[in-house]
């Protein structure tokens, strides 16, 4: 089972400030040396009582908090079974990808550190391997006006008009879910590094 190179994150939460804000989702994807999808875990999370929320946010993840209620997991739950999918998938520290990682990273390690795992998340688990969706976009971007031609990608944004999904053709994912969206970073990711190599 422990076939799994890549580890793909995604989140969708109630604001943009980890400490002020909460998780409410999240979707992991587990990729093999080709970029197959080999394992994925989902989940709602009900954050703590105090975490502010904001409407822009809600409005885009469309999540209803009294759903969050009856089927979100507390932090500590949460810890163990992101522990449990890495360590079932990865035998060595994976590569993480996403769309944006800092933010991602963010969120799961003041968690991780909310439940006294302070290191668990980024030091036994993870390390600093990264792919990011969004600095991949704006290097190819970056590349193209150097060469001087037009930036490929009119936003870097992974789903908004002129977004990476939009420019690439990607369109069988549900925008705006954690899993929906890890998923389309995979293909977005794939069709990225074949650019790059032609580039």
């Not at 989702?25 to 994925?40: C, P, Q, T, V, Y």
């Not at 980024?122 to 006006?145: E, F, M, P, Q, Y």
């Not at 930036?151 to 992974?158: E, K, Q, R």
Request: no cysteine.
């Amino acid at each position: 089972m422990k076939k799994g190179i890549y580890l793909g994150i995604d989140t969708e939460f109630t604001g943009q400030h980890p400490h002020k804000h909460g998780l409410i989702e999240i979707a992991l994807l587990a990729l093999d040396a080709n970029f197959e999808e080999i394992g994925s875990f989902q989940t709602l999370v009900k954050p703590a009582d105090d975490i502010e929320i904001t409407a822009e946010s809600m409005k885009i993840n469309n999540i209803d908090l009294s759903r969050l209620d009856m089927e979100g997991i507390n932090y500590k739950e949460l810890v163990r079974k992101i522990t449990n999918f890495v360590r079932k998938y990865f035998a060595d520290k994976p590569i993480l990808f996403a769309h944006s990682i800092p933010m991602d990273f963010a969120y799961l390690n003041y968690i991780f550190d909310s439940v006294g795992k302070n290191t668990l998340f980024w030091r036994d688990l993870i390390g600093h391997s990264t792919l990011d969706t969004k600095v991949l976009a704006n290097t190819i971007n970056i590349l193209t006006l150097k060469k001087g031609h037009e930036p490929l990608f009119p936003s870097t944004s992974l789903s908004s008009p002129g977004g990476l999904t939009d420019v690439l053709g990607i369109t069988d994912y549900e925008a705006h879910t954690a899993l929906g969206d890890i998923r389309a970073t995979r293909q977005v990711l794939i069709k990225l590094l074949d650019i790059l190599d032609e580039l």
